[in-house]
């Protein structure tokens, strides 16, 4: 596999066991590559709960509920698409966290305010946390898509709060 994406799949794991949580996943561009990734790992049912491919917007609607007015007002590439695809990756698991990659792999669907590369994520968690960012990535769809796997999960191990004694 990808010995980067299998590290970080792994820490993710390990960080989830000791804290007792689990984790859901929401992916558009990825197609499911992040779930993919943790599901590698041995001993991944142990915290690793669902993984929702959302690449239409009807999918994002309807297995999520991502809200019409976001997608029609920001766009299912936004920050507050993938929110809310977070958030509902949440209501619709046992997970207490989840992440969310919506973007524009390419090589087409780009424009001048989202060109080719921007991916948006989002990260939702335990006391209502949640986080989102936009990047832009370079290289062709494989590695748009690959930096965005890796992204997700170095965002999630991110946002961990240190353990309490």
Avoid at 26 to 53: L, P
Avoid at 60 to 84: F, N, Q, W
């Amino acid at each position: 596999m990808d010995g980067e994406l299998d590290r970080l799949a792994a820490a993710v794991g390990a960080r989830l066991l000791e804290r007792g949580e689990v984790l859901a996943t929401a992916e558009s561009c990825t197609g499911g590559w992040v779930s993919q990734c943790v599901t590698t790992i041995a001993g991944s049912s142990a915290w690793f709960d669902r993984g929702f491919v959302t690449y239409s917007n009807e999918a994002k609607v309807d297995m999520l509920g991502v809200s019409r007015k976001t997608l029609v007002r920001h766009g299912a590439v936004s920050e507050p698409a993938a929110i809310e695809m977070a958030q509902g990756a949440l209501r619709h698991s046992r997970a207490q966290w989840a992440l969310a990659i919506s973007g524009v792999a390419g090589p087409s669907g780009g424009s001048p305010e989202k060109p080719v590369g921007t991916v948006c994520f989002a990260w939702a968690g335990p006391d209502d946390l949640t986080a989102s960012e936009t990047c832009h990535f370079p290289g062709d769809r494989a590695a748009v898509r690959r930096a965005s796997v890796a992204h997700a999960l170095r965002g999630l191990l991110a946002r961990f709060a240190p353990m309490r004694a």
